[in-house]
Structure formats: structure tokens, C-alpha cells
């Protein structure tokens, strides 16, 4: 029976890898995720019937939780808009940590009731689950509430907010330190306290980073959820969960560092944070100059008689919900022979790849999405570039000003394109609050207005010529 | 350093299995492309739900009466379940998208 479990489990594993291995192509992506979902319902059905050494099984318990779980699961992952895939990421990532930080007190609990013993190490694992899955569980929560809008990042931090994260992150490992030195006489008590300041660290260490930084904070606490669930792992002597969570660990670290080198900035750099903080005032002097419009019926002229167009899609699109509509404006174009793609910016959203996923609900076929150095390739010869709701991405800040808060950043060159159009709701600065002298560049030109109704009257205006 | 030496002793071959484990999650990911990092990012999520194996083993060696275990572990089923069901379903969801449109171009 055993041999039969652990087979089970085995399997299991093996179906994570290879399963994320098929998730690294379009074709083949589905199947790897079904594949990795069937491993571990294996390994689920597996847990039911490992044999223990003590307890009294309590299915009923474990039944009723995993038939609520499935079922709320279920109801939110279908009713889930795309554009708000990031906050569910999210809430989802701080569950899993939530879960990890619960098994650890309860685990401590037994520990200090003296029902199981442990060795030093045992011990040190299970606080390494209580500590990242608390900062996972908080740290999450924040990041939901930032995206979904219900915090303002600029309320929750304060110049300095960095020294307080320094001495709440010593405080929190001086506890841990503490309660594993006073072993089994500790007390739950320093278990709650250990708790109670990852929970606070969580919180204070997402709160100063914000902005054009979301998609590395939130590859970042999932790969924080990923670790915790390795070192529960460890404390159930389940290789399963250890493979599983260190895979996680490993693709949240490489995001991590893709979307910072997409930044060009170290990780320690957006962790302190106050992006845009500063920002807003350095290039003041542009409010004296005057962007230039365009008329619809000029814009519609334009693109109609353009050979190629580029589309750079930003949050801003997927927030007037305009991506159907610029896949009906391209469609229109590709029909009178311009060739038009779609140049993503590897940070363009609010989570790594979040702008492919929203184009892609709106049948856009993937290869005509052409990332950053391609993209630049290609711009010197295009003749139109549409920029929808995307700002600090095509800031050309970041090449020359070296006071922004973006220098450095390799951004999307449209300037070099024979004409800009920029579609804007007004001349308000980005997410990340910063001004943006392509607005007054030679070769721009403002559409104001809701993008997607902006996007409607060109098409129009395109079927009448 | 004498408990080091000797966690290191009593759990070389999970040492080794989680030194193998990071390199080959390196490997696997490093070669996915930006067009799929949505979705690597929320089915690598439902893999972390993995967690709820610990969730269960916990309930199954609580005693009958030992409510403190009962209510936190079956909690701990719930975030843990929502996490695995939740974050395959909205994954595959997302690479429907993605198929359907290469069925048709």
C-alpha cells in the first residue's frame, strides 16, 4: 500500500515538471496546466490514505474543506475579469501563504504541548513557514488592495519608511531567534509574536512599492508562497510539496528578476520603493509647453493610408476595456494592406505578460505581439504608432533625463516612428505619476477623450473613407 | 554548528533533492516566453496550493477532540484548496484564449 502511495506521489511530481515544462509554449500550455492539475489531485487523493502513526483521520473535516475551497475556487476563477487577473493572483498567492502560516502555529502548538519532538532543525523549518507564509499572507493582501484600488499607495508610506521596515525585518528575526533558543519552554505565546510581526512585516514591506512596480512585487510574493510551501514540505517529510513549492520559488525568482531587468534596476532598488514619489515635480517646466491634437477624422486618415502600424497597449487600455474594439480598428486596417502588430512592453500591465493575456481574450493572434527589442527594431520604420493608455513605457525620460524616476528603463522608442498618435483620457500623468515629454514631442499628437469611445470613431471614421 | 552538521546528516538525500529541484525550476522557467508569463505565474500559483497536503496530514493526526487542530487545519484545507482549484481554473481559462486563436490563424 505504501509503495502504491508513494508512486503516487511521484507521479504527482513529475506532473509538475513536466506540466510547467509544456506551459512554456502557446501550443502546448493547456495540456501542461491540466497535466500539473491532475498530479495533484493525485497526490491529494494519495494524502487520504497514507498510513499515520497517530490521530483519528477526521475525514469529514478534511471533506468539508476541500468541497468549500473547490467550490469558492471555482465561483471566482470563472466570474474573474482579465484585466483583473493580477488582484486574483494575488488573493490567491496570500491564501496559499495564509495556509502554509496556519499549519506552522498549529504545528508549534503541538510542539509546545509536548505531543510531537523535534530536533533544532525541525524546529527552524517550521519558522521558516510561519515567517514567509505570513509576509506571503499580508504582503498579498496589500498588493490585492493596491490593484484593485482600495489603497492608496501614497497614504500607507512615509519618507523614512524604510527604517521601519529595516527594524520590523530585525525585530522579526530577532523573535524567531529568540523563540528557537528558548525551545521547548518557549510558549505559544512567542509563537503568536513571531506571527503577529511577519503578519506586520508583510504589510509594511509591500507598502512603499507601488506604481510600475506591481509586477515584480507580485512575481516576488509568489515566489515567497512558493518557498513557504517547501519548508511545510519539510515538516511533513512530503517531497511532493517540497518539489512543488521550490519549482514555484524558482519561477517567482526568475520573473522577479526578468521584470526587474525589464526596469533595468536592481531588486533591492524597487523594494525600497517610493516610486514616483519625487517625480512629479522634477519636470514641472513642460507644463509650459502645448501638446498638439488631432482630429479623428485626420487620426482615421492617417492609419488608413499608413503601410504599418503599431498599437502600444497599456493598462489604460485594458481599463476602458477598449481591447475588442482595437481588434476591430486592426482587422479594418489589415483589410486595406496595413500591417499592423502590437509592441508589449515587458512591464505594459499590472503583472508579468497581463497585456498578452488581454489582447489574446480579444482574439489578437499572438504573433503579431512583439516584444521590446523587436519592437525597437521596428519603429524607425513604421509609419503610425498608436499609443492606448500607455505612459511611462514610452517615456523618453528614461533615455536622457536623468532626475526621472524611470532613467534607465529601456522603454519602447515610439518617437522614432514617422508619426505618434497618443490616446489619453487627459494630460494627467501615469500610475507612477510622472511626466511624459512624448505628449510634447515634434511628432505627437493627442487623441483626448475615453479610449475605447476614441478608438469607436476612428473605426468609424475608417469604414467611411 | 553541531545541529547543522547533524540536520545535514539525517536529511542528505532531501538536501540533495532540493538543491536539484532549484536548478531544474531555473531551467524550466528561464525559457518561457512573455507572451505565456501570465499564466506561468498563476498555474505556478496553483502548484504552491501543494501546501494543502500538509493541511491534510494535519487534520488526519489531530485526535477526534482535538478542536484547536480540527477548526485551523480544515481552515487551512479551505485557503489551500481555493488556492489549487481557483489558480488551475483560471489558468486554463486563460490558455483557452490562447488556443483558440491558433486554431484560427
Known amino acids: ?465 | 554548528m553541531e545541529a547543522a552538521l547533524q540536520f545535514f546528516e539525517e536529511n542528505l538525500l532531501l538536501i540533495y533533492l532540493l538543491i536539484f529541484t532549484v536548478i531544474l525550476g531555473f531551467e524550466l522557467i528561464s525559457k518561457v516566453p512573455t507572451v505565456l508569463h501570465t499564466p506561468l505565474m498563476s498555474g505556478a500559483n496553483a502548484i504552491s496550493g501543494v501546501v494543502i497536503i500538509g493541511a491534510i496530514l494535519l487534520i488526519r493526526q489531530a485526535e477526534a477532540d482535538d478542536y484547536f487542530s480540527l477548526i485551523l487545519g480544515s481552515m487551512a484545507v479551505v485557503l489551500g484548496m481555493i488556492n489549487v482549484v481557483g489558480g488551475y481554473a483560471v489558468t486554463d481559462r486563460m490558455l483557452e484564449m490562447f488556443k483558440k486563436k491558433k486554431t484560427r490563424s
Open chain 1, 1 to 465: 500500500m505504501t509503495a502504491v502511495l508513494n508512486f503516487a506521489y511521484l507521479i504527482g511530481a513529475l506532473f509538475f515538471v513536466v506540466g510547467l515544462r509544456r506551459l512554456s509554449s502557446p501550443d502546448t500550455a493547456r495540456r501542461g496546466n491540466m497535466l500539473a492539475a491532475v498530479g495533484m489531485g493525485l497526490a491529494i487523493i494519495a494524502t487520504f490514505f497514507v498510513p499515520l502513526a497517530r490521530g483519528h483521520n477526521n475525514y469529514l473535516w478534511i471533506v468539508g474543506g476541500i468541497a468549500l475551497g473547490g467550490i469558492v475556487g471555482l465561483i471566482a476563477a470563472r466570474r474573474i475579469q482579465m484585466t483583473s487577473m493580477p488582484q486574483m493572483v494575488s488573493i490567491f498567492n496570500g491564501l496559499g501563504g495564509a495556509c502554509a502560516l496556519v499549519l506552522a502555529m498549529v504545528e508549534l502548538n503541538n510542539y509546545y504541548s509536548q505531543s510531537v519532538t523535534w530536533t533544532g532543525g525541525q524546529l527552524v523549518i517550521v519558522l521558516l513557514a510561519l515567517l514567509i507564509g505570513g509576509v506571503s499572507f499580508t504582503g498579498s493582501l496589500l498588493a490585492f488592495g493596491k490593484l484593485e484600488g482600495l489603497v492608496n499607495d501614497r497614504k500607507i508610506t512615509f519618507n523614512g519608511h524604510n527604517i521601519l521596515n529595516m527594524v520590523l525585518l530585525i525585530a522579526t528575526l530577532a523573535a524567531s531567534v529568540y523563540l528557537y533558543s528558548q525551545g521547548v519552554v518557549g510558549g505559544m505565546g512567542l509563537g503568536i509574536a513571531v506571527m503577529i510581526l511577519s503578519l506586520i512585516y508583510g504589510f509594511s514591506f509591500v507598502a512603499p512599492i507601488g506604481g510600475a512596480d506591481m509586477p515584480v512585487v507580485i512575481s516576488l510574493l509568489n515566489s515567497f508562497t512558493g518557498l513557504s510551501a517547501a519548508a511545510a514540505g519539510l515538516i511533513y517529510d512530503s517531497q511532493i510539496m517540497l518539489v512543488g513549492g521550490i519549482l514555484v520559488g524558482a519561477s517567482g525568482t526568475i520573473l522577479t528578476v526578468l521584470m526587474c531587468q525589464a526596469m533595468n534596476r536592481s531588486l533591492l532598488n524597487v523594494l525600497v520603493g517610493n516610486f514616483g514619489g519625487g517625480g512629479g515635480a522634477a519636470k514641472a517646466q513642460d507644463g509650459d509647453l502645448v501638446a498638439k491634437e488631432v482630429t479623428i477624422t485626420d487620426a482615421a486618415i492617417q492609419l488608413f493610408y499608413a503601410q504599418s502600424v503599431i498599437f502600444v497597449p497599456g493598462y489604460g487600455l485594458a481599463v476602458a476595456q477598449a481591447q475588442k474594439i482595437c481588434k476591430e480598428l486592426d482587422d479594418l486596417l489589415e483589410s486595406n494592406g496595413v500591417s499592423v502588430r502590437y509592441a508589449i512592453h515587458p512591464v505594459a500591465g499590472r503583472m508579468p505578460g497581463h497585456m498578452n493575456v488581454l489582447l489574446a481574450e480579444a482574439d489578437v493572434p499572438y504573433p503579431k505581439l512583439i516584444d521590446l527589442d523587436e519592437a525597437n527594431d521596428a519603429l524607425p520604420s513604421t509609419d503610425m504608432v498608436v499609443v492606448v493608455g500607455a505612459n511611462d513605457v514610452v517615456n523618453p525620460s528614461a533615455l536622457d533625463d536623468s532626475s526621472s524616476p524611470i532613467y534607465g528603463m529601456p522603454v519602447l522608442n515610439v518617437w522614432e516612428a514617422k508619426n505618434v498618435i497618443i490616446l489619453k483620457r487627459s494630460m494627467r500623468p501615469g500610475y507612477a505619476g510622472i511626466q511624459n515629454p512624448l505628449f510634447f514631442h515634434e511628432r505627437s499628437r493627442m487623441l483626448f477623450g475615453d479610449a475605447k469611445a476614441s478608438i469607436q470613431k476612428l473605426v468609424n471614421e475608417v469604414k467611411s473613407l
